[in-house]
């Protein structure tokens, strides 16, 4: 199983980009999908997650900004982000949680004018 990350890029702040994650092979059944990222010289952090029954979560720094979503039949991940911030500049990831942690290919998301 593979997943992929894509929709990053460059953005003027303000902007918005949204964020597709993709598998490849027999994806299992999930009981947690969630995006993090990793900005130069921090560490990873959560940014938002989403439950198999469908509750959601959000770091504190994003909330009101950035939707994660997913279609189910499909097993893909979203995440909409809106009014980004230099700050949001990270490589981002989606990691899909079943027995065992499936971590994906991450996109670069810049912020900058």
Known sequence: VQLQASGGG??????????????????????????????PGKERELVAGI????????????KGRFTIS???RKKELYLQMNNLKPEDTAVYYCK????????????LVTVSS
């Open 51 to 62: 439950t198999a029954g469908g509750s959601t979560n959000y770091a504190d720094s994003v």
């Open 10 to 39: 460059l953005v003027q702040p303000g902007g918005s980009l949204r964020l597709s994650c993709a598998g490849s092979g027999r994806i299992p059944a999930t009981r947690f999908m969630g995006w993090y990222r990793q900005a």
């Open 96 to 107: 899909y949680v079943s027995g065992y942690d499936i971590w994906g290919r991450g996109t």
């Open 70 to 72: 997913r279609d189910i």
